[in-house]
């Protein structure tokens, strides 16, 4: 890290604790998380990811975003994130939100209109298809929940590009005026006192024939103008990419320090999850080495949990984790910390420790510190990531806060020997 003031004000994310939420699960709306502030500067965290709080029609829990300029009215007003942005600043609390540029709800007013017609000036915001027979080799992560990334499209006759849900319309970064639309989105965001924007599924943007469509260099490009947009004035904004893969690809989102400041360590996951399958509790060396060296003004995000699917995908950890194959999905597993340590508090302590040992931003996955576990699903139900999804149990963790010996009081102490945040300026 550089040893002047400026640059240990801008490198604030190296090294604070993250806490992932969403605020209608967590609080209620955006005036209850404000109420609930004080919990969390308790705890010691350092910046909140706030899941998507945009309007939206709640297919994939506000993925499928329909407006990018507001607040779920579930979730209050604009003005309410605005003092909420405020007051978690005030508490030395930055925040980040998540940045939803993949996709669009299919009810989103870009994809009304570029469906609506063939020759509707808004089509070339989309990708689109006469056979559905383009990009082949691309991913289909849902593919227990639709057979092609290609929808057909009622009104028109023709299909669109959608690679989660149907109801998630890829938006066509090749076009200009997509990019700047959603800088658009970025600056009013910034207006509201935003700190960093989460890129999710990052690595899918750009499109090619005769790829898989994920890690492509005009993606990165992308990311690397986003970065540039953002840092004409605001040096101390951050982005989070959501890219999966090896090592050597997760590592190229770093650019040479000009494209995100941190990026998800998705393999580091699987080390984790066998170091506690075997009782170590440590790090592969040589794993550490690999993801090692990267730009200095950079880190990786590092975790054991969050609101989608750990990607414990070999066998070994299947089963030794979930043996009835009641959780998977995607090839992950869709369950909470305590749910894979079957309620074993040492086990979960010594998971957190290894977590705050580790070079990294340690992300806190909301109700971890109070041993939450997954919620039954309704019947049917074909999205298990929803089990990890339930709302927080207040009473659990206003009795833990009080309470010395607790798991959250044991979390706090790690953090306060692991965390030198920065108060926001």
Known sequence: ME?????????????????????????????????????????????????????SPMIDDGYDVSDYMAVRKELGTIEDFRRFASEAHHRGIRVLIDFVLNHVSTDHPWFLEASSSKDNPKKSFFLWSETG?????????????????????????????????????DLNW????????????????????????????????????????????????????????????????????????????????????????LSYNFPLVKYFFRAIA??????????????????????????????????????????????????VFNNGLAMRLNNLLRGDEEKIRNAFKMLFETPGAPIIYYGAEIGMRN???????????????????????DLAARDPNSLFSWIAQLIRGASSVQTPQ
């Not at 009104?155 to 998630?168: E, K, L, S, V």
């Open 3 to 55: 040893s002047s003031e400026e640059g240990e004000r801008r490198y604030w994310w190296k090294d604070a604790v993250f806490y992932e939420l969403y605020v209608d699960k967590f609080a209620g709306d955006f005036p209850g998380l404000i109420s609930r502030l004080d919990y969390l500067k308790k705890l010691g965290v350092g910046c909140l990811h706030i899941l998507p709080h945009y309007p």
């Open 133 to 169: 027979e383009e990009y082949k080799g691309a991913a289909n992560p849902f593919y227990e929940l639709k057979p092609s990334n290609w929808i057909k499209n009622p009104r028109t006759n023709d299909y669109y590009f959608a690679t989660f849900y149907p109801q998630q319309a």
């Open 174 to 261: 090749d076009n200009p005026e997509v990019f700047e639309k959603m800088m658009d989105v970025v600056d009013f965001w910034l207006g509201l006192g935003v700190d960093g924007f989460r890129l999710d599924a990052a690595s899918h943007l750009i499109k090619r024939e005769g790829s898989d469509c994920k890690h492509l260099p005009e993606t990165h490009a992308i990311i690397k103008k986003i970065r540039a947009h953002i840092e004409k004035n605001n040096k101390d904004v951050i982005l989070l990419t959501e890219a999966d893969g090896l090592p050597e690809i997760i590592k190229e989102y770093f650019g040479n320090g000009d494209e995100a400041h």
């Open 278 to 327: 075997d009782g170590s509790f440590k790090i592969n060396e040589e794993f550490m080495e690999s993801v090692s060296r990267i730009p200095e003004s950079c880190q990786w995000a590092i975790f054991l949990g969050h609101h989608d699917e750990l990607p414990l995908r070999d066998a070994e950890l299947l089963e030794h984790f979930d043996p009835e194959r009641k959780f």
């Open 375 to 397: 919620i039954e699903l309704t019947k049917g139900e074909k999205d298990y990531r929803k089990a990890l999804r339930g709302a927080f149990d207040w009473r659990a963790a």
